[in-house]
């Protein structure tokens, strides 16, 4: 489903980092607009540094250009943000210094680092309330909410912002109302109070259309609508997209109305009505197409390809799945072209910067010459003594910063010739790289395509989600299931579904899904094992095979890898679980509170031994553990990589952590927990990168609904 947000939740985000007013955030690709207003405003503090002005007009310039970048480059931002407080501290202008500390503080929050975002705009806030400025102080008192809220300190986030919104309120100040509303709304959603969540959404919307904001109230629409949409309210929930819908072509806002089409259409899809939902993701998809828009071409793709899989439309199903995986991998290679192109914009600058200084110090040189010549005609004599002292001292002047010069001549000609060494350099790295990256980049098409699809995995369970999201380009994590009819018909019908780790992530670990893959291909569909121990026990004794690990002599070469794997076997009444080094999640409503609270949680371990590797038993064996389907269960099938995941402080996410979020989305519709489970993730790691390939299978069952 497509939300409008610029941070890490389900929802739009409001960000105020300015004293005016709030406007909602989203982030997209630089336009050639944009480009053109950051080039108009550079030119304009080029020309008013030649000038020497250090007016109230240079420091508004500089904080202006530091909200340009805070997107995009956040590290140039800064860098005028900090220009902007010198002067303005030289000016005398408090408001001024206040404004462009709290910009610093904005410029570090894209740049996650959040707690010295937060020690520049409390020092803001300071500064703010000393001089009176109530719109200021909301504005700082927000910007120290939204820093909570990213860091899931949601009590202390909402604090801040019902202070924002008691003194926006006492100024009468609608659009900051608006802004605090929506941020107040998005903590609630956070923690699945979703009614208070609406009640804000709802209060934000109201003030929108008050003030004729259409853009604010296609955001809200938005929001409202995912709430409805999660609490299964979806007649109300297409009234709000479909408003929202209305709105954005009125405003011209394309790429959100592929947003809305395509929020459209995953209503039908829970609703099952697949025809409907095919006709606004394929809407989607032409007008993201005309655009440009690669993002939201991706999401409708996706969309199309279940709807397909449901219809039963195999071939569809597939060709668009390819389609989709081909656009995410082309957004994944925009994005590093993207971090290319910022680099050499900061590196224009920077040479830009170093012009302007050796313009501003001749300039200074003539200063002093015109002051010269300017003395009384009465001191003629000194006048004349000290015109030839000064011209002396030019003289002497320029011929150093002639000197200067030749020296970068000499020094731009060296770096000039080094450049096009390391240019024919770099082409010959860059093609082998390309090479490479096209081998892997086909392997990840390769093992896309024997992971399960879809098409498979609905036709064996109704509603399931499978979150998977390999360290680098190719995983050595894969899932698998099948379907089994020893009759050739549904009766008597049962799945069997794994979630499988293997040693080592990237190319290595990719081999090795392979072999595991086809060996359980073997294993069921063709020797016809179906007990999970019994599938593991062959599994073991075909990995250790394949690896040679059953050598006798041990040189040091042989292979010591293999694999953890969580596997079970899910008929109409039970289920049955057997597990190498990894447990079955079982979630159950809590009988005590209801369905609307967390539920109870099981973690069956599975056998301490590893699939492959070192083996000193004489036979491995593995254990079966079953459970009845005998009321509303949701199991959850995990490798190690979600739990393993450090954030900045270098902390795991543990499995405690796990249980207890597994436990408060249970009953929640399943595509709705995948996506609650990557915001999670996100949130947690924060600037920290992946350490390891993460899989969850994510399965409700119902007692007598395995179709």
Not at 363 to 387: D, F, H, P
Not at 449 to 463: D, F, N, R, T
Request: overall charge negative.
């Amino acid at each position: 489903m497509i939300f409008t947000r610029s941070r890490p939740t389900f929802f739009i985000v409001t960000l105020l980092f300015t004293v005016a007013f709030v406007t909602p955030i989203a982030v997209f690709s630089q336009s050639s607009a944009q480009q053109t207003v950051t080039d108009s405003l550079t030119q304009t503090l080029a020309q008013y540094t030649e000038q020497n002005r250090t007016d109230t007009a240079t420091v508004n310039l500089l904080n202006r250009l530091a909200r340009e970048y805070f997107t995009r480059t956040p590290e140039k931002a800064l860098g005028y943000a900090r220009r902007a407080v010198v002067l303005a501290d030289k000016l005398g202008d408090v408001k001024a210094v206040a404004q462009s500390i709290s910009n610093i503080g904005a410029a570090y929050f894209y740049q996650g680092k959040y707690d010295v975002a937060l020690e520049n705009h409390l020092a803001a806030l300071r500064l703010r309330d000393s001089i009176g400025d109530k719109q200021g102080e909301a504005a700082s008192l927000n910007n120290i909410g939204l820093i909570y809220a990213e860091q899931s300190k949601y009590d202390l986030a909402l604090e801040y912002h019902q202070k924002a919104l008691k003194l926006r309120e006492g100024i009468g100040d609608k659009q900051g109302m608006s802004s605090s509303y929506s941020n107040i709304g998005l903590i609630y959603s956070d923690r699945f109070r979703f009614d208070e969540a609406k009640e804000n959404f709802v209060k934000a919307l109201g003030i929108f259309r008050e003030i004729g904001d259409k853009q604010g109230e296609a955001s809200l629409l938005n929001n409202i609508g995912k709430i409805l949409t999660i609490q299964s309210n979806y007649i109300e929930a297409l009234e709000c997209y479909n408003q929202s819908l209305q709105l954005k072509k009125q405003t011209g806002n394309q790429e959100g109305q592929c947003s809305s089409l395509n929020n459209i259409s995953n209503v039908y899809i829970e609703q099952k009505k697949y025809h409907e939902a095919l006709k606004y993701s394929l809407e989607a998809l032409e007008l993201a197409e005309t655009i440009g828009a690669k993002l939201r071409q991706q999401e409708a793709l996706e969309s199309i390809s279940e709807i397909y899989s449901a219809l039963g439309d195999k071939g569809q199903a597939l060709e668009y799945y390819k389609r989709f995986v081909g656009t995410r991998n082309e957004i994944l290679s925009q994005e590093s072209q993207n971090k290319a192109l910022q680099l050499q914009a900061q590196y224009e600058s920077e040479k830009k910067d170093q012009e302007i200084k050796l313009l501003t110090k001749d300039n200074e040189l003539q200063g002093t010459v015109r002051n010269s010549l300017l003395a009384g005609g009465a001191l003629l004599v000194v006048l004349l003594g000290l015109m030839i002292r000064r011209y002396r001292e030019k003289k002497r002047a320029n011929e150093e910063i002639l000197r200067q010069q030749q020296a970068l001549e000499e020094q731009a000609r060296e770096i000039t010739i080094f450049n096009l060494s390391l240019e024919e350099k770099n082409e010959q790295l860059g093609e082998k790289n390309r090479e490479i990256m096209d081998s892997i980049f086909y392997a990840e098409r390769i093992q896309s395509a024997v992971l399960p699809h879809q098409i498979h995995m609905l036709g064996a369970l109704s509603e399931h989600f499978i979150l998977y999201k390999p360290r680098d380009i190719v995983s050595g994590d894969f899932y698998w299931c099948q379907t089994i009819r020893p009759n050739g018909s549904d009766d008597g019908a049962f799945v069997i579904v794994a979630a499988v780790d293997c040693t080592g992530h990237g190319v290595p670990g990719a081999f090795m899904s392979m072999i595991g893959n086809s060996t359980l291909n073997q294993i069921v569909m063709e020797n016809h094992i179906y007990d999970p121990a019994r599938i593991l026990e062959e599994l073991h004794i075909a990995i250790r095979s394949a690896l040679q690990q059953d050598e006798e002599e041990d040189d040091g070469n042989n292979s010591r890898d293999g694999m953890d794997i969580c596997l079970c076997r899910i008929d109409r009444a039970e289920v049955t679980f057997a597990g190498a080094k990894r447990p079955l999640y079982i979630m159950r409503p809590n009988a005590d509170i209801g369905s609307e609270g967390a539920w109870d949680v099981e973690e069956i371990k599975g056998d301490k031994v590893s699939i492959g590797g070192k083996q000193k038993e004489e036979r491995r064996t593995f254990t079966n553990h079953t459970r009845p389907i005998d009321q509303e269960m949701a199991l959850y099938l995990t490798t190690d990589g979600f739990i393993d995941q450090p954030n900045p402080n270098n902390d795991r996410y543990g499995s405690r952590r796990l249980k207890t979020k597994l436990a408060e989305m249970a009953l929640l519709p399943a595509r709705v927990q995948r996506q609650t489970m990557l915001n999670e993730l996100k949130q947690f790691q924060s600037s920290t990168g992946q350490r390891d390939d993460i899989t969850i299978v994510g399965l409700k069952l119902r007692p007598d609904k395995i179709e």
